[in-house]
């Protein structure tokens, strides 16, 4: 019995909502990955009069596809779709049975004009938190368009397979047999890559906005709302819309929330934005920004975008250590996200660059894991709080490193190695290994500035108590500037401070925009 009760229950009444008959097809073997398979689909099959089950031989076994009736939808998943990929089961279940996916009716007419055969294949781990998204997306796509086909592939269940394509993070996602992305995919950002997105024609005829946003996480949509909610034309630029907090596993310190994952936050900021009349201009990635008469933001895809008042709220991102083979061995043994990536490392070498807390905290989740962690740390010691460090020097298996200076990730195909100097020597040593977990801290997605605003040596953009940069019209929040601490509770109130500032120089500066329009 592969469900306990409780996930009976639940399921039984998702399968209610079936609306028309499936074909579960099923192939499967002797091994136990199959009996275990066999079992699952039974037990869907028992909660439904609408679901069947049809023996067959598929690409990979054990593995079953969902199908309309007698017709082939192409959604297949390869290892048992349990963990966090047990949702894109229920899903899957229900939209190939008909009931319509939640998706913007545009992007569904764009997956639906895609010409050409595209076949997917998703590699996961069940203990990813990303990567039902991107099944989820995929799976979604193939239900609209009959020339799209998906699999989801767990990586535990087709380790060979995993390692001869040498695939070291998940999700990674091949299209016709050649790698086509790593880590998180929306659908939108799936159809601009296979060239269906948007271009500068979509954005030439927009009239100056009141306030412009650039950036989509809580601080840019706090801004947003804050700015709809005066009346005034209001605008979001996002490259992802919901930023760094789509990576975050869980959030335990947003007040009035006891525990929240990341994606689930970015979902209820998205749905509160949709609330007000702000056009948000998704997947959109900024290129420079200038003040004429108007502040005119340029986006990479050609376009220009003028406004009255513009708020920066473009975030961080993760910091690189900046050596050879960081980035040609990313997704091959470089890693950024311990929860997603970890389970490939079972069994193996790993090294953790970084001794704050994030560094500790993923060296003290992967000893669970992998064979041995080395924490490299280029201080004289760990800057990770005590409770962590006590915590990491009780386990076996962890090594830890201080006053060591990281100069290249070495590898051919994949990662087989670290070298560091020891600072203290000046002794150049090398770690034999599989895996480089970056745990560096984040820094400021700024530099597509250039000089305009001022910034402190850190690249953090300089700004007052009202948010204000020394440009006029031009303010920022959150971890983008000089804030003391990076925190979303504290980008969302300096956000809300910064719109409502912009506001302010809006209404002020009314007779000078009234006479540029005239």
């Excluded at 590898?411 to 100097?421: L, M, P, Q, S």
Aim: aromatic share 6%; charged share 25%; with cysteine.
């Amino acid at each position: 019995m592969i469900l306990d009760a409780d996930m009976k229950a639940q399921l039984k009444q998702y399968m209610e909502l079936l609306e028309d008959d499936v074909t579960i097809k099923l192939s499967v073997g002797n091994d136990k990955a199959s009996e275990d398979m066999t079992s699952l689909v039974d037990e869907l099959a028992s909660l439904s009069s609408k679901i069947t089950i049809e023996h067959t031989v598929l690409n990979r076994t054990p593995s079953f596809s969902i199908n309309r009736g007698k017709e082939e939808t192409g959604v297949t998943f390869a290892g048992l779709p349990l963990g966090h990929e047990f949702t894109s089961l229920v899903l899957a279940l229900l939209q190939v049975s008909g009931r319509a996916p939640k998706i913007d009716e545009a992007v569904a007419e764009q997956v639906k004009n895609l010409d050409g055969t595209y076949h997917f294949d998703t590699y996961v781990s069940l203990t990813c938190q990303v990567c039902p998204e991107v099944v989820q997306a995929l799976n979604i796509m193939t239900v609209l368009n009959p020339n799209i086909t998906h699999t989801m592939v767990d990586g535990a269940t087709f380790k060979q397979e995993v390692e001869e394509k040498k695939i070291m993070a998940v999700p990674t996602v091949f299209l016709n047999g050649e790698e086509f992305n790593g880590g998180r995919i929306t659908i939108p950002e799936i159809l601009a890559k296979l060239g269906s997105g948007p271009d500068a024609s979509e954005f030439a005829n927009k009239d100056p906005f009141d306030v412009l946003v650039v950036g989509g996480g809580p601080g840019g949509a706090t801004a947003g709302i804050y700015a709809a909610r005066k009346g005034i034309r209001t605008g979001i630029v996002a490259e992802r819309f919901g930023g760094q907090i789509l990576d975050t596993a869980t959030i335990e310190n947003f007040i009035s929330v006891n525990r929240i994952e990341g994606p689930q936050l970015a979902a209820n900021l998205e749905s509160h934005v949709k609330d007000y009349d702000i056009d948000v201009m998704d997947l959109q990635r900024a290129k420079s920004l200038q003040v004429n008469d108007y502040v005119e933001l340029e986006l990479e895809n050609g376009a220009t975008l003028k406004s009255k008042a513009v708020v920066l709220s473009t975030g961080a991102s993760w910091r690189k250590v900046g050596v050879p083979g960081e980035e040609e061995f990313r997704n091959k043994g470089v890693a950024y996200c311990p929860h997603c990536d970890g389970p490939l490392f079972e069994g193996k070498r790993v090294a953790v660059i970084g001794g704050g807390n994030s560094g500790i905290e993923a060296a003290i989740d992967l000893s669970g894991i992998v064979e041995h962690v080395t924490v490299i740390e280029f201080g004289e010691e760990l800057r990770a709080d005590s409770v962590l460090q006590d915590r990491l020097h009780r386990l076996p298996n962890v090594t830890v490193i201080t006053q060591a200076q990281t100069t290249e990730i070495t590898g051919t195909d994949v990662v087989d190695g670290i070298t560091y100097i020891d600072r203290a020597t000046e002794e150049e040593k090398h770690i034999e290994l599989e895996g480089v977990f970056v745990q560096i801290g984040l820094v400021p997605n700024t530099a597509w500035l250039g000089d305009l605003v001022e910034k402190n040596k850190m690249g953090e953009i300089i700004v007052d108590k009202y948010g204000a940069t020394n440009v006029p019209g031009v303010y920022a929040s959150g971890d983008c500037t000089d804030s003391a601490y990076n925190q979303i509770i504290i980008s969302m109130g300096a956000s809300a401070t910064a719109s409502l500032s912009a506001y302010d120089y809006v209404v002020k500066n009314a007779e000078k925009f009234a006479k540029v329009k005239a």
